[in-house]
């Protein structure tokens, strides 16, 4: 290095710049390339998807419709496509035989799975009161009132629920637990029905209103 000039010495300074300068804008090519590289594979990627999720839903909605009534068609399609319309349709056709058969054990079945495997849909809470209705053509009341309380319903099928809840406690003869659930159904509050459960009650605990006792003790005096 001692016998090079200032020149040669500049010359060296440079060209070493130089290289610097070339080895930064050939990395940071490489990695630009590398990042559009990974960027082309995700969206090809993104596309199959799309894709393949469009020509699952498709087929699903074909297979639906030639299915018809063919249960054995029907019950393939949830499998083949879950998460489809095309299955939830299935399913839902499949519960409807199922329940207008009598078969409520198997109705009960297909119900759930639409419930469970369509949680937000619009049919879900829709399908948990089915399951209830189920339950009830199976004479199983307490598992019927089970899911009326345990699922969280909302709008009319709230109110079909508390029906539903009202209607089961009156078959069972619970009228207190009838009572309560008829007061919160508006239409109900005014119903005949409901005087004869309050009636029932009366009865059960002995406790007569003193128009009833009067009545029932005039009654009596006249035989």
């Given at each position: 290095?001692?016998?090079?000039?200032?020149?040669?010495?500049?010359h060296?300074?440079?060209h070493?710049?130089?290289?610097?300068?070339?080895?930064t804008?050939?990395?940071?090519?490489n990695?630009?390339?590398?990042?559009?590289?990974?960027?082309?594979?995700?969206?090809?990627?993104?596309?199959?998807?799309?894709?393949?999720?469009?020509?699952?839903?498709?087929?699903?909605?074909?297979?639906?419709?030639?299915?018809?009534t063919?249960?054995?068609?029907?019950?393939?399609?949830?499998?083949?496509?879950?998460?489809?319309h095309?299955?939830k349709?299935a399913?839902?056709?499949l519960?409807?035989?199922?329940?207008?058969?009598?078969?409520?054990?198997?109705?009960?079945?297909?119900?759930?799975?639409?419930?469970?495997?369509?949680?937000?849909?619009?049919?879900?809470?829709?399908?948990?009161?089915?399951?209830?209705?189920?339950?009830?053509?199976?004479?199983?009341?307490?598992?019927?009132?089970?899911?009326?309380?345990?699922k969280l319903?909302?709008?009319?099928?709230?109110?079909?629920?508390k029906?539903?809840?009202?209607?089961?406690?009156?078959?069972q003869?619970?009228d207190?637990e009838?009572l309560?659930?008829?007061?919160?159904?508006?239409?109900l509050?005014?119903?005949?029905?409901?005087?004869?459960?309050t009636?029932?009650?009366?009865?059960?605990?002995?406790?007569?209103?003193?128009?009833?006792?009067?009545a029932?003790t005039?009654a009596?005096?006249?035989?």
């Amino acid at each position: 290095m001692a016998g090079l000039t200032k020149k040669e010495l500049r010359h060296d300074a440079v060209h070493e710049e130089l290289e610097k300068i070339t080895v930064t804008v050939v990395k940071k090519r490489n990695s630009i390339l590398l990042g559009i590289l990974i960027l082309l594979v995700l969206c090809v990627a993104v596309y199959q998807i799309i894709n393949n999720k469009n020509a699952k839903k498709a087929n699903a909605e074909n297979n639906l419709a030639n299915a018809g009534t063919n249960t054995v068609a029907l019950s393939e399609i949830p499998n083949k496509y879950p998460g489809t319309h095309g299955a939830k349709s299935a399913l839902l056709r499949l519960a409807s035989e199922a329940a207008s058969s009598t078969n409520y054990a198997l109705a009960r079945e297909y119900y759930t799975r639409v419930a469970k495997e369509y949680p937000n849909d619009e049919y879900a809470d829709a399908a948990w009161l089915s399951v209830a209705r189920c339950y009830v053509g199976e004479g199983d009341y307490d598992q019927a009132v089970n899911i009326l309380n345990e699922k969280l319903m909302k709008g009319e099928h709230a109110q079909n629920a508390k029906y539903l809840l009202f209607k089961i406690y009156a078959l069972q003869g619970k009228d207190e637990e009838a009572l309560a659930a008829a007061k919160e159904l508006e239409d109900l509050k005014d119903s005949p029905l409901i005087e004869d459960i309050t009636d029932s009650i009366w009865r059960k605990n002995g406790n007569y209103p003193e128009e009833t006792a009067e009545a029932e003790t005039e009654a009596e005096s006249s035989k």
